[in-house]
T-cell receptor, first 114, second 115 residues
Framework: DTAVSQTPKYLVTQMGNDKSIKCEQNLGHDTMYWYKQDSKKFLKIMFSYNNKELIINETVPNRFSPKSPDKAHLNLHINSLELGDSAVYFC?????????????FGPGTRLTVL | AQSVTQLGSHVSVSEGALVLLRCNYSSSVPPYLFWYVQYPNQGLQLLLKYTTGATLVKGINGFEAEFKKSETSFHLTKPSAHMSDAAEYFCAVSRLPSNTGKLIFGQGTTLQVKP
């Protein structure tokens, strides 16, 4: 059973398009995260939701909008895609939003913007 | 602000040799420290973590790390490398003053294991 799953695994699209990435966790966790890994493999947090409430919102362009319909799902919608958005996006979850807990990562979605 | 520095973006060892991956952190509050491993085309997996208590922590796959406050370090070691250890390794810190689960990652170290 996959703990944290993401769809799609690969996403190739043109500049200016709008796309979404879906994430689901079946661990019963309260907190979910989105991370971006750039071409140099540097990982940076983008957002975090705890029980459908936004708790971390880094300095991310407002073209990126997370949506959490329930605590098991955290989707990422990106408007007006730009070349610089090309990256691998990882979803993660943890039992709650406090520091010190293990985060469980999904397999990643590789987004390529042409 | 907290930060993490991993010395050496690429480390190469022979199979059976000692693995040492270096991590130094900067934090104004006692940190929580993590090592994650990323195998090719996969997500990250927790190897080990330090929150409080014993400063030498043991993780999965024979890895261990020691929290040294005086040196602000959390180096990862394994006595004998296996081919299967070849991967990307990330050190991370959390426990910002807000005490959220926000992880700040180092830039990663690619471990190559030669036969």
């Amino acid at each position: 059973d996959t703990a944290v799953s993401q769809t799609p695994k690969y996403l190739v699209t043109q500049m200016g398009n709008d796309k979404s990435i879906k994430c689901e966790q079946n661990l019963g966790h309260d907190t979910m995260y989105w991370y971006k890994q750039d071409s140099k493999k540097f990982l940076k947090i983008m957002f975090s939701y705890n029980n459908k409430e936004l708790i971390i919102n880094e300095t991310v362009p407002n073209r990126f909008s997370p949506k959490s319909p329930d605590k098991a799902h955290l989707n990422l919608h990106i408007n007006s895609l730009e070349l610089g958005d090309s990256a691998v996006y990882f979803c993660a979850s943890s039992q709650d939003g406090l520091a010190g807990l293990e985060q469980f990562f999904g397999p990643g979605t590789r987004l390529t913007v042409l | 602000a907290q930060s993490v520095t991993q010395l050496g973006s690429h480390v190469s060892v022979s199979e059976g040799a000692l693995v040492l991956l270096r991590c130094n952190y900067s934090s104004s509050v006692p940190p929580y420290l993590f090592w994650y491993v990323q195998y090719p085309n996969q997500g990250l997996q927790l190897l080990l973590k330090y929150t409080t208590g014993a400063t030498l922590v043991k993780g999965i796959n024979g890895f261990e790390a020691e929290f040294k406050k005086s040196e602000t370090s959390f180096h990862l070691t394994k006595p004998s490398a296996h081919m299967s250890d070849a991967a990307e390794y990330f050190c991370a810190v959390s426990r910002l003053p807000s005490n959220t689960g926000k992880l700040i990652f180092g830039q990663g170290t690619t471990l190559q294991v030669k036969p």
